[in-house]
């Protein structure tokens, strides 16, 4: 009996982070319960598609369900009947100009929950907070809760990278548990026994620096985008090769090479977001000289953006007027339909609003930026993007972008110009091809 209700988990909110945490949970042998109140998403899962595109994740999700160890709900009173630890996985996106994070979505997921705990209960939340929040709602949850003190709340940040969500969440780098109650501390352990077993490094912290290893980590790797991406401004300038640069550096296995890509930089649904959200807690704890340079970071990111429409310009002779533009790219990186924050969509939403006819092609992501930009054009392949281009940007680094081939594209555009924004190519088999190339950080 006991053992059965500890194999028993639900997942409050059903995202990206949510869905890939409850079909793993179910590929690993639990029994979850995915909760959302959105009932087109609930229904959606139930019949077993994927809302977004994640490699790997619609399998799991048939294979839960046709198990019957995975199942949907948007009952807050099912969820608190079924099992007594509740995983929250909703978001928590940029509230406005301010950065700050937007902290709805996780009120009202305990808030909804607490009434419902009757029994004591162990409330996991994973979301991306700013630090303080968790002690803020572990107060409230029992506050709330017929069960009281009973219902208990810790935080254990994920460290998901959205293409490779299944493999980091079934192989995680690390667990992390912000708590000083064992037996919140037990649940989690005994929810990743698997990973923890297999060698996965388990660490037990307070509250607060659990909500920082998320928040640090992502400013961390924003950070080190943004310094290779101003060497590479520094590079344009002073006549160097960011890429051998780059190359060089990583040697240095203090430095490796990892997150030191030089290009168009960083966007989608955290690591601006993220920084921002930094930024604005640092500001209301008094702190915020500590983390200013973040506001740089931010900065250099979003003149790579500014760079790449400057190139692009210049290549077709300084005006974007009645010319045709090509964008190979639309979601923030590959291997996803994500176009939040897209570095790719913002060039080429900027470069229409200076005049061109932009065409998009992406493999994953053209409904979802139809919809968000209804003034871009969009076609259905790489090669009917690129008719009469008078310049191909490559603002995406989809494999199918990386071993285009020069010739074949050629003879489809109007001139063989093309912007390689991610350093995607090879410079010197497209220039053999007759292509005038060019791309970030390099001669
Ligand atoms: C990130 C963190 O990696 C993950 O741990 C966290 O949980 C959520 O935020 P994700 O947003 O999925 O994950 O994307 P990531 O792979 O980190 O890439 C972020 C952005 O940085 C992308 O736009 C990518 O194109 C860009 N990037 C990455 C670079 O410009 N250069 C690089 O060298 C690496």
Not at 3 to 8: D, H, L
Not at 433 to 441: D, E, F, I, N
Request: proline share 5%; charged share 25%.
């Amino acid at each position: 009996m006991v053992e059965a209700e500890s194999r028993r988990v639900t997942v409050i909110g059903t995202g990206y982070l949510g869905a890939t945490t409850a079909a793993c949970l179910a590929e690993m042998g639990f029994e979850v319960l995915g909760l959302d109140v959105d009932e087109a998403k609930i229904e959606t899962l139930r019949s077993g598609r994927v809302p977004f595109y994640e490699p790997g994740l619609d399998e799991l999700l048939t294979s839960g369900l046709e198990a019957g160890r995975l199942r949907f709900t948007t009952s807050f009173a099912e969820a608190a009947e079924f099992a007594d630890l509740h995983l929250i996985c909703v978001g928590t996106p940029q509230r406005d100009e301010s950065g700050a994070a937007d902290l709805k979505y996780v009120n009202a997921a305990v808030e909804s929950l607490a009434p419902h705990l009757t029994r004591p209960a162990v409330v996991v939340g994973r979301s991306t907070v700013p630090v303080g929040t968790a002690a803020t709602l572990a107060a409230r949850l029992s506050a709330l809760a017929p069960v009281g003190e009973e219902a208990e709340l810790g935080w254990s940040p994920e460290f998901l990278r959205e293409g490779f969500g299944v493999e980091d969440t079934l192989r995680p780098n690390r667990i992390v548990i912000g708590t000083d109650s064992p037996r919140v501390e037990k649940a989690v352990r005994a929810l990743w026994q698997r990973q923890v077993d297999a060698g996965t490094p388990f660490l037990v912290t307070d509250l607060q620096t659990a909500e920082l290893v998320k928040v640090s980590a992502n400013a961390f790797l924003a950070t080190k985008i943004s310094f290779i991406n101003a060497m590479a401004e520094v590079s344009e300038v002073a006549g160097a090769d960011v890429i051998q640069l780059a190359e060089a550096l990583s040697y240095d296995d203090r430095i490796g090479g990892k997150f030191l890509g030089p290009g168009l930089g960083f966007g989608g649904g955290c690591l601006p977001k993220d920084i921002r959200a930094f930024m604005a807690r640092a500001d209301e704890l008094g702190v915020e000289p500590a983390l200013s340079f973040l506001r740089e970071v931010d900065a250099i990111n979003q003149r790579r953006r500014a760079r790449t429409i400057d190139i692009a310009r210049q290549l077709i002779g300084g005006n974007f007027a009645g010319r045709t533009v090509t964008v190979l790219g639309a979601a923030f990186k590959p291997n996803s339909d994500d176009i939040r924050d897209s570095p790719a969509l913002d060039v080429a939403s900027t470069i229409a609003s200076l005049g061109a006819r932009v065409t998009v092609y992406d493999p994953q992501a053209l409904e979802r930026a139809r919809e968000a930009h209804p003034e871009l054009n969009y076609a259905d392949s790489m090669l009917e993007a690129a008719r009469d281009a008078d310049v191909v940007l490559l603002l995406t680094e989809w494999t199918e972008f990386r071993e285009a081939n020069p010739e074949e594209l050629a003879e489809v555009v109007a001139q063989k110009r093309i912007v390689d924004g991610r350093n995607a190519l090879d410079p010197t088999y497209w220039r053999a091809s007759g292509w005038t190339y060019r791309a970030l950080g390099r001669q």
